[in-house]
């Protein structure tokens, strides 16, 4: 069946402009994970959703960072007034959320690049 | 908090040559431990993984030892191949449905 994916692949924006990242989970898959992936580091955890709640987004950076799941299968991630700061690899991952440990699943991300 | 350390990079290896690539963690609570393979324009993917100490996980030839007693996790193959070239990421999580912890990854090319 289909993976995790991420649109759009590549994003190019303006410095205080603002963006939206989407993510679409594998089909029934209850839990949802943003991660942020900087030019030589490994994958920073923003936010956890369980269905359409938050259930961790103690990684969100700042207030500049939004993202909400309203009907538990798509997330959507905003920035608000993006910062040179912002540019990395914005990965996607899900899992069934049924169980401990789960595998998560990571779309292939998208590469936001702030002028 | 949790962290996990990488050894330094990139490595380099001839085909057919032994790897080693080690990892270590510090971690509250009792943590399930994983190594993660991003391939050259490819996502993440889940290589290897082991939830209790002592554990082996294991998958395609690459091997790591769930070592509570030292806190590794480091990732072994008898002999690395050309299509193994790859970023490698060892990561941890202590709770259900729970965030991932990374390190910082680790770059292996191999030549033929």
């Known amino acids: 069946g289909a993976g995790v994916s991420q649109t759009p692949s590549n994003k190019v924006t303006e410095k205080g402009k603002y963006v939206e990242l989407r993510c679409d989970p594998i089909?029934?898959?209850?839990?949802l994970y943003w991660y942020r992936q900087s030019l030589g580091q490994g994958p920073e955890f923003l936010i956890y959703?369980?269905?359409?709640?938050?259930?961790?987004d103690s990684g969100l950076p700042n207030d500049r960072f939004f993202a909400v799941r309203p009907e538990g299968s798509v997330s959507t991630l905003k920035i608000q007034r993006t910062e040179r700061g912002d540019s990395a690899v914005y990965l996607c991952?899900?899992?069934?959320?049924?169980?401990?440990?789960?595998?998560?699943?990571f779309g292939p991300g998208t590469r936001l690049t702030v002028l | 908090g949790n962290s996990v350390t990488q050894m330094e990079g990139p490595v380099t290896l001839s085909e057919e040559a032994f790897l080693t690539i080690n990892c270590t963690y510090t971690a509250t609570g009792y943590p399930s431990l994983f190594w993660y393979v991003q391939y050259p324009g490819e996502g993440l993917q889940l290589l290897l993984k082991a939830t209790k100490a002592d554990d082996k996980g294991s998958n395609k030839g690459f091997e790591a030892t769930y070592r509570k007693e030292t806190t590794s996790f480091h990732l072994e193959k008898g002999s690395v191949q050309v299509s193994d070239s790859a970023v490698y990421f060892c990561?941890?999580?202590?709770?259900?449905?729970?965030?991932?912890?990374f390190g910082k990854g680790i770059t292996l090319s191999v030549r033929p």
């Open positions: 990561a941890l999580i202590t709770g259900a449905n729970s965030k991932l912890t």
């Open positions: 991952a899900s899992s069934p959320g049924d169980s401990s440990y789960n595998e998560q699943f």
């Open positions: 089909s029934g898959h209850t839990a």
């Open positions: 959703f369980q269905g359409t709640g938050a259930a961790d």
